[in-house]
């Protein structure tokens, strides 16, 4: 079993739509949570980053994160056509000298 | 304010070359700093970090190898490459209190 799973899409929907990107994770540990966009043969560009469970909120961005379910998620309200890109979460322990592992992206595309 | 750099943005090399790709990182000091693979289409296969100088952790073996000679240069080498080389190859920094990472923007190596 992968540590991260990460439904690799692809996830097509209309301009204006909510976009809800999940990820499911197994190792208890994690407490770094990250999501990450990345256009084509461009590196990640960080999106959303929030620590233990909760949610947070950045213009049309909302990260969750359930700890209890293993379970974390990314919305989009509003998605537009620059929104279309690979969505990638990542996750590490609580520990500065912990490797961060990934998910293995889900591609979404905005139709106009 | 913190930059990664990463050089060269593209490579192509035959089979049984000698590879070495940079990574330096400005503005901060003592990072974390990691090497990734991405296959075409895929997620990002963690392949060494390293939390100090002269400290590298493995998580793939393989013909590559890793070295941290300064504070904030990370490099990646292998003696012989081979074509299942090829791919997309990423660094990434975080700071020591261990929260979100930084990337690069890749080196997309060719194995002919």
């Known amino acids: 079993q992968k540590e991260v799973e990460q439904d690799p899409g692809p996830l097509s929907v209309p301009e204006g739509a909510i976009v809800s990107l999940n990820c499911t994770y197994s190792?208890?540990?994690?407490?770094?949570f990250m999501w990450y966009r990345q256009y084509s043969r461009k590196g990640p560009e960080l999106l959303m980053y929030?620590?233990?469970?909760g949610n947070k909120e950045d213009g049309r961005f909302t990260a969750q994160v359930d700890k209890s379910s293993k379970y974390i998620s990314l919305f989009i309200r509003d998605s537009q056509p620059s929104d279309s890109a690979t969505y990638l979460c990542?996750?590490?322990?609580?520990?500065?000298?912990?490797?961060?592992?990934f998910g293995s992206g889900t591609r979404l595309s905005i139709r106009p | 304010s913190q930059t990664i750099h990463q050089w060269p943005a593209t490579l192509v090399q035959p089979v049984g070359s000698p590879l070495s790709l940079e990574c330096t990182v400005e503005?901060?000091?003592?990072?974390?700093l990691y090497w990734y693979r991405q296959a075409a289409g895929r997620g990002l296969q963690l392949l060494f970090y390293?939390?100090?100088?002269?400290?590298i952790s493995s998580e793939v073996p393989q013909n590559l190898s890793a070295s941290r000679p300064q504070d904030r240069q990370f490099i990646l080498s292998s003696k012989k490459l081979l074509l299942s080389d090829s791919g997309f190859y990423l660094c990434?920094?975080?700071?020591?209190?261990?929260?979100?990472?930084?990337f690069g923007q890749g080196t997309r190596l060719t194995v002919v």
């Open positions: 990434a920094w975080r700071d020591g209190r261990g929260t979100e990472a930084f």
């Open positions: 390293s939390v100090g100088i002269g400290q």
């Open positions: 929030t620590y233990s469970s």
């Open positions: 990542a996750m590490s322990p609580y520990s500065s000298a912990s490797k961060i592992i």
């Open positions: 190792n208890s540990a994690f407490q770094y």
């Open positions: 503005g901060t000091s003592n990072p974390n």
